[in-house]
T-cell receptor, first 112, second 111 residues
Framework: DTAVSQTPKYLVTQMGNDKSIKCEQNLGHDTMYWYKQDSKKFLKIMFSYNNKELIINETVPNRFSPKSPDKAHLNLHINSLELGDSAVYFC???????????FGQGTRLTVV | GQSLEQPSEVTAVEGAIVQINCTYQTSGFYGLSWYQQHDGGAPTFLSYNALDGLEETGRFSSFLSRSDSYGYLLLQELQMKDSASYFCAVRDQNGGFKTIFGAGTRLFVKA
C-alpha cells in the first residue's frame, strides 16, 4: 500500500488554465504539507495542514488554494496557471511533531 | 526566518567516505533531518537528530551540534547507488511544526 499518494504524476496544461492535484495519506498522520521543487531542486514549503486546519501558509500567490476535506486528504488547486508555476509538487505527511515526513511521488506540472 | 547552508556538489569514489555539512539558522529549532532524493524520485528520510551527538544507521551516520547550529551526514563505503541529492532539513516548531529544507547537495559517486 502506498503511504502517500498523489495524482496525477504528470500534468501538462496551458497558461491561464485551472488545475488540481490530489493527495491522500493512509498513515493516520495529523499533518500534511505541500512542497514545490523548482528546476534547481530547491524544496520550498507552501502549506501545512494539521487536522484539516491550515497552520502554515508561506508566501504563495493566492492563485494556489489548498483544501483538506478530511485529515487524510490535502488537495491543491491552482487558478490561472503561469509559466513560472512549472515545477514538481510534492505532498507529504507527518505525525505532528514527529521527525519524519513521508513524501508522495510528486506531480510534475508543466505550463506551456 | 530560517536558512540552511550546505555544499551544492560533492564528488567521491566508490568505497570512500564522504561528509556533507549543514549549518542552519532558525529560532524554533526542534531537530535536524537528512533526506535522500534520486533523480525523478521523492525525498526519502535517512536520519534525524534532536540532541547533540552521532546517530548511526548502517552506512549512514548523522551528527548534530546544537550550540554550533551545525550538523553533517556521513556516508561510508560509498556505492554507485548513493549518487543522489542529499537535503538537510530543519524541523521548526514556530507557528506549527514544519520541515524546512536546504538547497541540497548533489553527490556524484565515481567508479
Amino acid at each position: 500500500d502506498t503511504a502517500v499518494s498523489q495524482t496525477p504524476k504528470y500534468l501538462v496544461t496551458q497558461m491561464g488554465n485551472d488545475k488540481s492535484i490530489k493527495c491522500e495519506q493512509n498513515l493516520g498522520h495529523d499533518t500534511m504539507y505541500w512542497y514545490k521543487q523548482d528546476s534547481k531542486k530547491f524544496l520550498k514549503i507552501m502549506f501545512s495542514y494539521n487536522n484539516k486546519e491550515l497552520i502554515i501558509n508561506e508566501t504563495v500567490p493566492n492563485r494556489f488554494s489548498p483544501k483538506s476535506p478530511d485529515k487524510a486528504h490535502l488537495n491543491l488547486h491552482i487558478n490561472s496557471l503561469e509559466l513560472g508555476d512549472s515545477a514538481v509538487y510534492f505532498c507529504a505527511s507527518s505525525q505532528d511533531s514527529a521527525e519524519r515526513a513521508f513524501f508522495g511521488q510528486g506531480t510534475r506540472l508543466t505550463v506551456v | 526566518g530560517q536558512s540552511l547552508e550546505q555544499p551544492s556538489e560533492v564528488t567521491a569514489v566508490e568505497g570512500a567516505i564522504v561528509q556533507i555539512n549543514c549549518t542552519y539558522q532558525t529560532s524554533g529549532f526542534y531537530g535536524l533531518s537528512w533526506y535522500q532524493q534520486h533523480d525523478g524520485g521523492a525525498p526519502t528520510f535517512l536520519s534525524y537528530n534532536a540532541l547533540d551527538g552521532l546517530e548511526e544507521t548502517g552506512r549512514f551516520s548523522s551528527f548534530l551540534s546544537r550550540s554550533d547550529s551545525y550538523g553533517y551526514l556521513l556516508l561510508q563505503e560509498l556505492q554507485m547507488k548513493d549518487s543522489a541529492s542529499y537535503f538537510c532539513a530543519v524541523r521548526d516548531q514556530n507557528g506549527g511544526f514544519k520541515t524546512i529544507f536546504g538547497a541540497g547537495t548533489r553527490l556524484f559517486v565515481k567508479a
